[in-house]
């Protein structure tokens, strides 16, 4: 139904309502005008901004406080699930007397979750995570992927999802980056935002967090991100500026630590600044869950209290009406604050959209599923041509990673309780207060199943779980191929304290290559590892966490029924000693005291810092090959102040392909720079040429200047290359600029 359809519905059921009510001798057309006049708010063809405006100025100072924080959405601490709530993250409660619906809020970026089974049974699709999504470097996929989030979503009566997860990967250790969508800025804030548009095209608002630099979860709740702020700007809040400019994102959730001596959700700078002033944000900032630790928050640009039973008082309740009272926080900031909830909720259709709970075509949706994994899969090393596999190989040893099961999936809030449930859920042990997370889910796709599958009558895998090496290495020495699968399991709330493959694993994939040069290793991680048995191996897949039909996707990949579409959204560090802190800062601090984390690197994340320190890693940012091969050409650069940059990439080999062809920044004015510029991708069939025209960002060309107070191109020569990945470029050309300054 059409927003004004749902206008007229109202106003005719009001209209009949007054006619039974004995208003009939007053006619139809002046009860129309009554219910208008009632809730002048549902008129559709006013903008969200008038119709929060209009519908603020009705509610009482009440009900503009109960819009300003809310409760867990579940049972807490001894306290009951809140009435009214169905059973999440978050819930603020509506106000029937003018018709505002309540927020229920849902985590998260990777499919509907249900925590502690708060709503009993029930499942969700569970999509690959978001680096794997990061990984299909296409915003199509992840405009889909958000489609499928945000149908499920209202099907269950779920208006917010805390999705949009996106914090750039400065800490490859860091426990939440599969959460996230990697590295760079670009690719990073491209698919949040398409993701969060999928969402929001389904009448359900997404937020986008956690904003900003929480960038790693040690200490995540004290320590303090120390970075300059024209770095800021060029990098974690580009991403973010990226995304909010593409999705919309009804809400912002501010992070847990600190960003140059505040606390993200009270820091002036950041909100009021940043994000407001300079970026015009229009909707409202939400805290996380035990976020908020002082009153005058609401000064520094924080909206609503989420989760408010962690903080140590209800911050925007009392607190706040008697800092209003007193004169200390204006009436009108109130008043801003409810709009700007009310106004996302305009724009995002929650008042106009009809329910639409009920099933969800959950076939579908894994299709969907299936067809991001196979896309995430980047295939790092293919020596010989191994893969893809032939069908007809006679005998596969399938060894480790509960590839008989299934796929792993990654913990803390954003885990999805997966259509079928978990095929076994394998605890870790562990203490304190987030050990409840600390068991690795398997969601139900098995790798070797799907395998099995595929394989010609005549062929066999066997399989033996890897705890043993020796006795995989038997297996894999009597075998025409080995596929081992290596895991590590990532969760919020604990970074990895090291780039190895846990639990005796990297000792497995030694034992098996030395007894089968063969041998084809398939990780699934939430980020980078490290390779010390590389050289031994066939080839290397990384496959990510690859959600609920992973296992299906990985074995067509590994057969060539799906072509591998995946490239690097993060740099594989050949050893730790190449990261900007060899060590996680605050990994030996005693849990609980504050520290400060200088991001000395400044705007050089990733792949930028590998090249200023002229660092070679194991796999660089971009990397990924195809079954295929491709040519590049005809490069070209125009545009003296907008550039634009053309080129073909032609199929030069046996089959179909993708081409993810990227274009980078690579001097400025004779000054070495690495940026990622633009990029594309399209599945090539054999010998097809296709030109490509990337438009470029000018803000990706730009400096921040902090006293201009804006984004400055200088005048002059820009070199400019165009490859298959950061470390493979390809062809370059120079190009003229125009001097230019662009608003923050
Ligand atoms: C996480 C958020 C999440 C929230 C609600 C917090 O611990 O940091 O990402 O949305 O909990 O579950």
């Known amino acids: 139904m059409m927003r004004s359809d749902r206008f007229r519905v109202i106003v005719a059921v009001s209209s009949l309502l007054a006619l039974a009510g004995g208003l009939g001798a007053r006619g139809v057309l002046g009860a129309e005008r009554d219910a208008a006049a009632e809730r002048p708010w549902m008129n559709t063809a006013l903008s969200a901004d008038e119709r929060a405006k209009l519908l603020e100025r ?75 999504l990061a990984a299909t470097w296409s915003p199509e996929l992840a405009y889909k992927s958000g489609v499928v989030i945000g149908t499920e979503a209202r099907r269950k009566g779920i208006n917010v999802m805390l999705a949009g997860g996106m914090n750039l990967a400065r800490e490859p250790r860091n426990g939440r980056n599969f959460e996230y969508f990697g590295e760079d800025p670009l690719l990073a804030g491209t698919l949040a935002g398409e993701a969060v548009r999928g969402i929001q095209s389904q009448n359900v608002i997404s937020t986008i967090k956690h904003f900003a630099l929480n960038d790693q979860e040690t200490g995540r709740q004290v320590l303090d991100a120390r970075i300059a702020e024209d770095a800021a700007r060029e990098s974690d809040l580009l991403a973010f500026q990226i995304a909010i400019e593409r999705g919309k994102p009804g809400a912002i959730m501010c992070a847990y630590n600190r960003v140059n001596g505040d606390y993200a959700c009270g820091n002036d700078w950041l909100l009021n600044r940043v994000l407001k002033l300079d970026w015009k944000y229009p909707g ?26 962690i903080d140590s008082q209800v911050f925007f309740d009392e607190p706040l009406k008697r800092a209003v009272a007193a ?119 098995s790798p070797l199943r799907a395998i099995r599958a595929l394989l010609a009558a005549g062929s066999e895998a066997l399989f033996v779980d890897g705890r043993y090496p020796q006795e995989a290495a038997r297996l894999a020495a009597t075998a025409d191929v080995a596929i081992v699968f290596g895991i590590q399991w990532m969760s919020e709330n604990f970074d990895a304290p090291d780039l190895s493959l846990p639990q005796g694993q990297d000792e497995l994939i030694r034992a098996v290559a030395a007894a089968n040069p063969r041998t084809v290793v398939v990780l699934e991680t939430g980020g980078p590892v490290l390779m010390p048995w590389v050289d031994k191996t066939a080839a290397v897949v ?22 591998p579409g995946g490239r690097l959204p993060i740099t594989f560090p050949a050893s730790e000693s190449q990261l900007p802190h060899p060590e996680i800062p ?27 320190r002229a660092q070679k890693p194991l796999f660089p940012f971009g990397h990924g090959l195809s079954y295929t091969t491709f040519a590049y050409g005809g490069l070209e650069a125009t545009g003296t102040t907008d550039l634009t940059v053309s080129f073909t990439v032609t199929n030069t080999g046996p089959r179909p392909g993708y081409a993810v062809p990227q274009i980078y920044l690579t001097a400025a004015r004779g000054q070495a720079d690495l940026r990622l510029l633009g990029f594309d991708k399209a599945l090539l069939a054999p010998s097809e040429t296709k030109r490509f025209a990337v438009q470029v960002d000018p803000r990706l060309l730009a400096k921040y200047s902090t006293a201009a107070r804006g984004w400055q191109i200088a005048a002059g020569k820009y070199e400019i290359a165009l490859g298959a990945s950061s470390g493979e470029l390809v062809a370059r050309t120079e190009h003229e600029l125009r001097a230019r300054k662009l608003d923050p």
Do not use: C
């Open 58 to 132: 009705a509610m009482t100072l009440e009900e503009k406080f109960g819009l300003l924080h809310g409760k867990v959405g579940s049972a807490f601490r001894g306290e009951p699930k809140p009435d009214g709530a169905i059973g999440s993250a978050g819930y603020i409660p509506g106000i029937p007397r003018l018709g505002v619906p309540a927020l229920q809020e849902s985590d998260a970026g990777l499919g509907v979750t249900n925590p502690n089974n708060v709503r009993p049974g029930d499942v969700a699709t569970a999509l690959p995570a978001s680096l794997a």
């Open 586 to 612: 605050g990994i030996g601090v005693r849990l609980g005291t504050p520290f400060t984390l200088e991001y000395r690197s400044g705007a050089d994340v990733g792949y930028r810092d590998f090249a200023r």
């Open 542 to 563: 990384a496959a990510w966490y690859p959600g609920q039909r992973g296992g299906e996707a990985i074995a067509n990949v590994l057969f060539g029924a799906a072509e």
């Open 327 to 445: 004169g200390a926080v204006p009436q009108a900031r109130i008043s801003d604050m409810v709009r700007r909830v009310l106004r996302s909720m305009f724009a995002v259709g929650l008042f106009d959209a009809p329910d639409a709970r009920g099933p969800i075509d959950f076939d579908a949706h894994a299709r969907d599923a299936r067809q991001v994994a196979e896309n995430a899969v980047v295939v790092l090393r293919n020596e010989h041509a191994t893969l893809p596999l032939a069908r007809t190989t006679r005998k596969i040893a399938v060894i480790g990673g509960y590839a008989e099961s299934g796929v792993i999936s990654g913990g803390g809030s954003s885990q999805v309780n997966p259509v079928g449930g978990p095929a076994l859920v394998a605890p870790l042990g562990g203490e304190g207060q987030f050990a409840f997370w600390r068991a690795i889910n398997v969601q139900p796709s």
């Open 284 to 309: 409202w900032v939400m805290s996380d869950w035990g976020a908020v630790h002082d009153v005058d928050y609401a000064l520094k640009g924080l909206d609503q209290e989420s989760g408010e039973q």
